[in-house]
């Protein structure tokens, strides 16, 4: 009996094997005949030949003589102007930016990933924007699903001291002003599409939009992948333009609102927070947002752990590492991936150049709220605020508090506002996540 089972077992190998040498030899067999149907097809070519044909496949050429069967990253047909001066234009719009970031030291953190994703992605012929380029896997890993600008929140939120909030709670005030631009826009937007024929946008891409009055790119992204995912790459880039053009956009602003003795106000020193409020803080805010609006939790709650991390003082390496390595590789991949919707074909197109007009409306809005809201507040008894922090209550954090201060400074060089400005914007950033899933809520 014995005998019989090895000799069965033996059988059974050796038909496998024989099974493993034929599958083996036929995959052998197809793949030679591949490669012999390739050579066949492959057709000598003389050097003239060889040369005609590098040439061809030049960048140059492609950009004098553009192919007219040549198709966007979305596999739509382009335009010959889009093929050619649109994207000489785009590349000399990506050298502006590199001015501007290296030159100027305008936020080069953003602008320089963001200006650099614009060049490669107007690279005629090689198609890195595209699904397959490695632009377009970065696009579609974190961009086009809230995963990088949820990370970016919880990194802000480990860098975030709420302390000058505390301190000083009525400075909320000025964040909340600051959204003023997002619900104006929102309103005009509606309005001009409504009785002109500028625009055509729906209510839900009028919302998304709007957003870009917070300044606040994250917040713009997760609201854009819900309301109007195609309008995600346009809005994606005017957010992150304007949090960068900060600088540019609101001294002008913020001088034209206030008088020279309104600019040199000294706020009085800032009193002591506790770590204990420090740690309730993060959590009260998060239960709130649970109980009155859940769709603002995935932004605020991103936010809140990170904070909630830092604050905790247990877990310095987790709190370090958002703070740095986390928040600077997903600043990394998500200025390659707006940069990657600087194509011509994208960029150079109405809806863009209309978001882009009505983004610097609802931020400019937003920033004018904020400074009237503090000369109001100044007219009631109490101490007073100097209304350069206003500015700051947009969530271009903490760019806008920076911004604050040196306008001050221009004026009186002992009035350091930085800590000050920094109560209004990160009560901005809460209101702008606030905003976001208030139209979510109603609009989805």
């Known amino acids: 009996m014995k005998k019989i089972a090895i000799k069965i077992v033996t059988l059974l190998m050796l038909f496998s094997f024989s099974s493993v040498y034929a599958s083996s030899s036929h995959d052998a067999a197809s793949a030679v005949d591949a490669a012999a149907a390739k050579s066949e097809q492959y057709h000598s070519k003389s050097f003239s030949q060889m040369i005609g044909g590098f040439l061809d496949s030049t960048g140059i050429n492609a950009l004098v003589n553009p192919d007219p069967n040549e198709l966007n990253s979305h596999g739509e047909t382009m335009s010959d102007f889009h093929k050619t001066w649109g994207r000489v234009i785009m590349i000399i719009i990506t050298f502006v930016l590199f001015y501007l970031a290296i030159a100027k030291g305008f936020e080069p953190l953003l602008l320089l990933p963001i200006g650099f994703g614009g060049l490669l992605a107007n690279i005629p012929i090689a198609g890195i924007a595209g699904d397959s380029g490695f632009l377009g896997i970065i696009y579609h890993m974190g961009l086009s699903n809230q995963l990088f600008p949820i ?41 001009l599409s409504e009785y002109t024929t500028l625009f055509d946008f729906t209510l839900k891409q009028a919302s998304a939009i ?57 706020m009085s020193t800032m009193r002591h927070v506790s770590r204990l409020e420090k740690l309730v803080f993060p959590i009260m805010v998060l239960v709130l947002a649970i109980l009155v609006l859940p769709d603002a939790t995935p932004l605020i709650g991103a936010f ?54 009505l983004g610097i409306v609802a931020f400019s809005a937003g920033t004018a709220a904020g400074v009237i809201m503090a000369k109001i507040m100044n007219m009631f008894p109490g101490n007073k605020i100097n209304p350069l922090i206003g500015s700051a209550g947009v969530s271009a954090v903490p760019m806008a508090a920076r911004v604050s201060n040196k306008v001050g400074m221009e004026y009186d060089r002992s009035n350091m506002l930085l800590m000050h400005a920094m109560g209004p914007n990160v009560a901005g950033v809460i209101g702008s996540a606030v905003a976001a899933g208030v139209l979510i809520s109603l609009f989805q």
Do not use: H
């Open 151 to 191: 990370l970016i929140f919880m990194g802000v939120g480990a860098m975030t001291d709420f302390g000058p909030l505390l301190s000083n709670p009525k400075t909320a005030l000025l964040g909340g002003a600051a959204q003023f631009g997002i619900f104006g826009t929102l309103v005009g937007a509606v309005a």
């Open 210 to 266: 709007s957003i870009i009055g917070g300044a606040d790119g994250p917040t713009s992204i997760f609201i854009a992948t819900q309301l109007a995912p195609e309008l995600l790459g346009a809005i994606a880039v005017a957010s992150y333009s304007y949090m960068a053009m900060v600088p540019i956009i609101q001294p002008p602003i913020m001088k034209a609102l206030t008088t020279n003795a309104e600019r040199k106000i000294k």
């Open 304 to 357: 809140m752990f990170g904070n909630f991390l830092k604050e905790s003082g247990v877990v310095d390496r987790l709190s370090d590492t958002m703070q740095n390595a986390l928040i600077n590789i997903v600043t990394i991949f998500l200025g390659l991936a707006v940069g990657s919707k600087l194509a011509a074909d994208q960029f150079l197109v109405a809806d863009t150049l209309a978001i882009l007009a």
